[in-house]
């Protein structure tokens, strides 16, 4: 298989307007996904569902995409502003061929990102990936259109009450939200008028945060990673839950009414139990996690009976091995969590009722749900860097690393990667003894920080 260059772990992601982010490889990869597709399919127009987040980059990359479509000869709908697994939905409900979303999730406003699924609804396996990538980077091998072979464009607004339907059907007949008061922090992203209108129509008070979008305040100070100000929320209005979406609504983070952030693992661990308990699960059967899964996410899962594997950061993969293992459970601690057997990607919507539907079918609140569920001490540090150099070849790292490992013992992991959407280099570091946890994150940290930011090590 042959190296990505435009690809990384969620489609094509980099700051707006600046390569690969331009009109240009927008209006490219809108032809090259309309060949594709249209030469399985011996020529015919294919479909396109086209959504995105609330980012002003997403005006332009929309129309150039489009763009490109309708220059190949494809269909488009439009959808506007709609979650990621909304697109996801909407592409296998409508028969499309193809579905696009443009949204660089959980990033700032200044970045973009091209995410595509195809007819069933599942992201792109590598392979195609690189297919579209050899055509965006070499468009002559692409037939130009003309005269009636051109395609056309259209805006489709009721597409949002297709989701909302969807969604509401994953959550059990006898469950309902009637006296709730839930804080919804949307993230002024693209479900900020879906998630409202979903949990008001299943009876639940809204206490709605995040859901004014213009353009320049998606994730700022709010949704998934700034839960603070919903947390505040929840203490002040004692609300039952605390709900916060990321950017494209495909994650989520959970509060509980005492106004504390319960771990993605966690409700992973829950959710497992859940589905056991209502015989949707059998002992034996598998839950899917990433390398950056928690151990005692693990041993929880093992101590229920079940199998746990572990893939290679990305929802994307993790959907790959769901497929592969028949599992119907699996997610990541950053709150991607999918049940295959309502969505083909992570949703965040979907999770928040899935929660609630736990606390009413066990009748516990959710802190004593989870409170059997012991994680082990992890530290994620996140570090900025100016180049990706293969960390065997940074000075000190792999003596530090061996010497780190040996410490750890068996009960301990080390995990040092690059992000594939964002210029950063991740270390995750978790064992039983926390004060040696973040002991060995911050050395090795600072060996990678001196060497790739160019910053001197600490005396």
Do not use: W
């Amino acid at each position: 298989m042959g190296q990505r260059k435009l690809f990384g772990t969620d489609g094509i992601r980099g700051k707006a307007n600046r390569y690969p982010m331009t009109c240009e490889v927008a209006t490219a990869l809108g032809r090259a996904v309309t060949h594709y597709f249209q030469s399985r399919d011996h020529g015919r127009k294919p479909l396109i569902i086209v959504g995105k987040d609330t980012r002003l980059s997403c005006y332009m990359l929309e129309q150039a995409f489009a763009a490109g479509v309708c220059s190949q000869g494809g269909e488009v709908i439009l959808t506007g502003p709609l979650p990621t697994p909304g697109i996801a939905f909407c592409t296998h409900s409508m028969r499309a061929d193809a579905g696009v979303m443009i949204s660089a999730s959980h990033n700032n406003f200044e970045d973009n990102g091209i995410k595509i699924f195809d007819s069933k609804g599942f992201k792109l396996p590598d392979e195609v990936e690189i297919e579209l990538e050899r055509m965006v980077l070499n468009p002559e091998v692409m037939p130009q259109m003309e005269g009636e072979e051109l395609g056309r464009a259209q805006r489709l607004r009721e597409v949002f009450g297709r989701y909302i339907v969807h969604v509401k059907s994953g959550l059990s007949p006898d469950t309902d939200l009637e006296g709730m008061r839930i804080v919804l922090d949307c993230a002024n992203g693209a479900a900020y008028k879906v998630a409202p209108m979903m949990f008001q129509e299943l009876g639940a008070e809204i206490l709605p945060l995040g859901v004014e979008p213009n353009g320049m305040n998606i994730n700022k100070a709010c949704g998934s990673l700034h839960p603070d100000l919903a947390q505040a929320q929840v203490l002040k209005y004692r609300a039952d839950i605390g709900i916060c979406l990321d950017g494209d609504a495909d994650r989520l983070v959970v509060i509980d009414q005492n106004g504390d952030i319960i771990d993605g693992d966690r409700l992973i661990g829950l959710f497992a139990k859940f589905l056991l308990d209502q015989k949707r699960l059998k002992k034996g059967d598998t839950v899917v996690g990433t390398v950056m899964s928690n151990l005692g996410l693990e041993v929880f899962i093992h101590s229920l009976g079940l199998k746990f594997e572990r893939t290679q950061v990305g929802d994307r993969y993790i959907m790959e091995k769901m497929r592969e293992t028949k599992a119907c459970l699996g997610g990541e601690p950053s709150g991607h969590i999918i049940f295959k057997d309502f969505a083909t990607t992570g949703d965040g919507c979907l999770a928040a009722l899935k929660v609630i539907e736990c606390t009413k079918f066990y009748q516990r609140p959710l802190h004593e749900l989870v409170e059997c569920i012991d994680l082990y001490p992890q530290v994620l540090k996140n570090i900025t860097v100016l180049e990706k150099r293969p960390f065997e070849e940074i000075k000190g790292y792999s003596a530090k690393l061996k010497e780190a490992t040996k410490q750890l013992g068996d009960r301990g992991r080390i995990l040092v990667r690059y992000s594939g959407t964002e210029p950063l280099a991740r270390v995750m570091v978790e064992g039983e003894n926390k004060a040696l946890v973040q002991k060995v994150c911050d050395d090795l940290a600072e060996i990678i920080e001196t060497e790739l930011t160019g910053k001197k090590k600490k005396s």
